[in-house]
């Protein structure tokens, strides 16, 4: 019923930047339910847990970890979720999703993109 696409992942040093995108595909009427839109991280050994999260109430929650450095965004026209992160650190370093909850429905993940930073 939707589908998640994430995109833009890759190696990069230590202070870089890297944007990702999740285009959400599906039926309209699927789509206009979403009420929460965000974007999660799994390090090797850890948990997965939420970088940036989007309520559809006209702000977005960052991790303590990346506030400052990343900025969530999202293009409605497009469907399209985006990440922008700068100065990259190591820590940095994991797979991330993309991930939507619709209303009635539930939570539908991305297949994940894999960031890496180099020091």
């Known amino acids: 019923q939707v589908q998640l696409v994430e995109s833009g992942g890759g190696l990069v040093q230590a202070g870089g930047s890297l944007r990702l995108s999740c285009v959400v595909s599906?039926?309209?009427?699927?789509?206009?339910?979403?009420?929460?839109m965000g974007w999660y991280r799994q390090a090797p050994g850890k948990q997965r847990e939420l970088v940036a999260g989007d309520g559809m109430g006209g702000s977005t929650d960052y991790a303590e970890s990346v506030k400052g450095r990343f900025t969530m965004s999202r293009d409605n026209a497009k469907n399209t979720l985006y990440l922008q992160m700068n100065s990259l650190s190591p820590e940095d370093t994991a797979v991330y999703y993309c991930?939507?909850?619709?209303?009635?429905?539930?939570?539908?993940w991305g297949q994940g993109t894999q960031v890496t930073v180099s020091s």
């Open positions: 991930n939507v909850l619709i209303n009635n429905l539930g939570s539908y």
């Open positions: 599906g039926r309209l009427f699927i789509i206009n339910r979403i009420n929460f």
